[in-house]
């Protein structure tokens, strides 16, 4: 895979396991994600698989167009189960080098191939927290994918225009685990817990 700056593989499938285990009662469980229950962050999960997948292929369509924002998303009946094979499908476009390169999609957004596949890296590592505080799981990300997800907050903390994206950054001491740095970055505090 050294022809690839990231093979987004290993962190694809600590998501989906994390998905796999989450009961029909954590559900309904709130999340990190403002407005966001358990179902709908597994929603949101599925679609930017999907169109990350796409965006991948450089497949631009429906899929690629709509904006994240557009509907508060749900996992319907069946939903973990097509999440996973779309996280391993997202995962097998990225190990095509040529996704990597020129322009693609996703989000209603065009971007270079490699911003794209960082933006991928970032969803799966910081939505994987999300995922695995909302429901007591134990988390740890890909070391290749969390230190890639890093260096891309880092170098996005001072854009004026990831307010769209983010939230403002949480402050987190310098020699926190990098884990809780980028969670920090992400707009997210590392220390937040479901309330009961």
């Given at each position: 895979?050294?022809?690839?700056?990231?093979?987004?593989?290993?962190?694809?499938?600590?998501?989906?396991?994390?998905?796999?285990?989450?009961?029909?009662?954590?559900?309904?469980?709130?999340?990190?994600?403002?407005?966001?229950?358990?179902?709908?962050?597994?929603?949101?999960?599925?679609?930017?698989?999907?169109?990350?997948?796409?965006?991948?292929?450089k497949d631009l369509g429906a899929?690629?167009?709509?904006?994240?924002?557009?509907?508060?998303?749900?996992?319907?009946?069946?939903?973990?189960?097509?999440?996973?094979?779309?996280?391993?499908?997202?995962?097998?476009?990225?190990?095509?080098?040529?996704?990597?390169?020129?322009?693609?999609?996703?989000?209603?957004?065009?971007?270079?191939?490699e911003a794209a596949g960082a933006?991928?890296?970032?969803?799966?590592?910081?939505?994987?927290?999300?995922?695995?505080?909302?429901?007591?799981?134990?988390?740890?990300?890909?070391?290749?994918?969390?230190?890639?997800?890093?260096?891309?907050?880092?170098?996005?903390?001072?854009?004026?225009?990831?307010?769209?994206?983010?939230?403002?950054?949480?402050?987190?001491?310098?020699?926190?685990?990098?884990?809780?740095?980028?969670?920090?970055?992400?707009?997210?505090?590392?220390?937040?817990?479901?309330?009961?």
């Open positions: 895979m050294s022809d690839i700056p990231l093979d987004l593989g290993p962190q694809a499938r600590i998501v989906a396991r994390l998905a796999e285990r989450v009961t029909d009662e954590q559900l309904a469980h709130g999340t990190p994600c403002p407005g966001y229950a358990v179902r709908n962050l597994l929603g949101h999960l599925l679609g930017l698989a999907v169109a990350f997948r796409d965006a991948g292929r899929t690629t167009d709509t904006s994240p924002d557009s509907v508060v998303p749900d996992i319907g009946p069946g939903g973990r189960g097509e999440l996973s094979g779309a996280l391993g499908q997202l995962a097998d476009a990225w190990r095509d080098p040529a996704a990597w390169t020129g322009m693609t999609r996703a989000g209603g957004v065009d971007l270079p191939g933006v991928a890296a970032d969803e799966l590592v910081i939505h994987g927290w999300d995922l695995a505080r909302a429901t007591g799981q134990e988390y740890t990300p890909d070391p290749a994918a969390l230190r890639s997800v890093y260096d891309f907050l880092v170098a996005t903390a001072d854009d004026p225009d990831r307010g769209g994206v983010f939230g403002p950054v949480a402050p987190v001491p310098p020699d926190a685990p990098l884990l809780d740095r980028a969670v920090g970055l992400s707009g997210r505090d590392p220390g937040w817990k479901r309330s009961v």
